[in-house]
Nanobody, 127 residues
Framework: QVQLVESGGGSVQTGGSLTLSCAAS????????MAWFRQAPGKEREGVAA????????YYADSVKGRFTISPDNAKNTLYLQMNSLKPEDTAMYYC????????????????????WGQGTQVTVSS
């Protein structure tokens, strides 16, 4: 079993930065695919970024490419999402997810593949 707990959300103004954390119950150097998703009220869940922990590959949605960075800290069993140049469109509940199959794909941001989910942390970006 993998337990995920997100933290680090908050409120910032346009152009600000936040770093989200996802604490995992297992070491992140295991061959898992891990990802961040987000969901705004009334909208579908949207993939943000993914990483293949064992292989190092990463993937970013076009909407966040160049602004967000996904990275692990294996010593702390924690996954991070550093978010810079935030926009009001980034406002959402952000979720950490893990896929323990160890199968990387060209487009890993399909929410149905993930086995485990955190409870979410809210990010609000004001104009």
């Amino acid at each position: 079993q993998v337990q995920l707990v997100e933290s680090g959300g908050g409120s910032v103004q346009t152009g600000g930065s936040l770093t989200l954390s996802c604490a995992a119950s297992k070491y992140t150097y295991a061959r898992y695919v891990m990802a961040w998703f987000r969901q705004a009220p009334g909208k579908e869940r949207e993939g943000v970024a993914a990483i293949y922990i064992g292989g190092g590959a990463t993937y970013y949605a076009d909407s966040v490419k160049g602004r967000f960075t996904i990275s692990p800290d294996n010593a702390k069993n924690t996954l991070y999402l550093q978010m810079n140049s935030l926009k009001p469109e980034d406002t959402a509940m952000y979720y950490c997810a893990a896929d323990t199959s160890g199968r990387w794909s060209r487009d890993p941001l399909v929410f149905g593949r993930y086995n485990y989910w955190g409870q979410g942390t809210q990010v609000t970006v004001s104009s």
